[in-house]
């Protein structure tokens, strides 16, 4: 159950990446001539319709309309995603009421992720009470998100591609909550940071959409420095990234510290 609860929103993201590549094909067979085509078109359309102000404050599309026809599958691709989504977050729930309420911890091995020397990592999902309630929190909420969305984005002749990189975040997120090693939380995080930069940019020809999403890339590799040094230090005292060790080493670790 765990497995189709993290990684249902993965599947959902390829699909829905799958329709975008398809759908870009389908309008530019060619290669980016039609891009330069709609380059003019923006401003020729953006200044043919300046007066539709409650267009764009219902949507926040400025002068990023519905310029060019919606990509082929747009309906699917949102059907295929919030479906998933739904799915994930039912399955959550029940994972909240077997590991919260009747405290059936789990762990699951999905296979052997790094082995270095000394370094061994599994890559594995670990549920305990805070994971259950996390994964109830990160599947409603997102599920929820999917379904506004739908509305939200009606006019938008990407979707497809916005779809997929909601459902991209919240696999990162899922991964990061069910993390049982540092690496594997860096990994979720890093996967967290790159999805919020996709979607930040989403309309990458607004400049100011392009600002905002470089800034949250250069912030979050900031953090990430901090995260590794952690990881690297953690591992330098414990000798394993696996959670379950570094709990069980933190008394130790802690009354060390107390007499030095």
Request: glycine share 8%; proline share 3%; aromatic share 10%.
């Amino acid at each position: 159950m765990i497995q189709a609860i993290v990684f249902l929103p993965l599947i959902g993201a390829l699909i829905a990446g799958l329709i975008t590549l398809l759908g870009a094909h389908a309008r530019c067979p060619g290669g980016d001539e039609m891009d330069h085509a709609h380059g003019h078109d923006d401003h020729a359309h953006g200044a043919a319709h300046a007066h539709d102000a409650h267009h764009d404050a219902d949507h926040g599309h400025d002068d990023h309309g519905p310029v060019e026809p919606a990509a082929a599958g747009s309906r699917l691709a949102e059907v295929i995603t919030t479906a998933l989504l739904l799915t994930s977050a039912a399955l959550a729930w029940v994972m909240f009421v077997d590991v919260a309420l009747m405290h059936h911890d789990l762990r699951v091995v999905l296979t052997s992720w790094i082995d270095s020397g000394t370094l061994k990592i599994n890559w594995a999902l670990r549920v305990d009470t805070l994971t259950a309630v996390m994964l109830v929190v990160v599947t409603t909420v997102s599920s929820l998100v999917h379904l506004y969305s739908v509305g939200y984005m009606n006019e938008d002749p990407n979707r497809p591609r916005f779809m997929a990189y909601l459902s991209l975040f919240t696999f990162a997120m899922l991964m990061l909550v069910t993390s049982d090693n540092l690496v594997q939380l860096f990994f979720g995080w890093e996967g967290v940071g790159l999805a919020s930069y996709l979607l930040i940019g989403f309309w990458y020809k607004k400049p100011s959409a392009n600002a905002a999403a470089i800034k949250a890339f250069v912030v979050n590799r900031v953090g990430d420095f901090g995260f590794a040094l952690g990881i690297f230090a953690i591992f330098a005292l414990v000798g394993s990234t696996d959670f379950e060790t570094i709990f069980a080493s933190a008394p130790g670790l802690a009354r060390h510290s107390l007499c030095s």
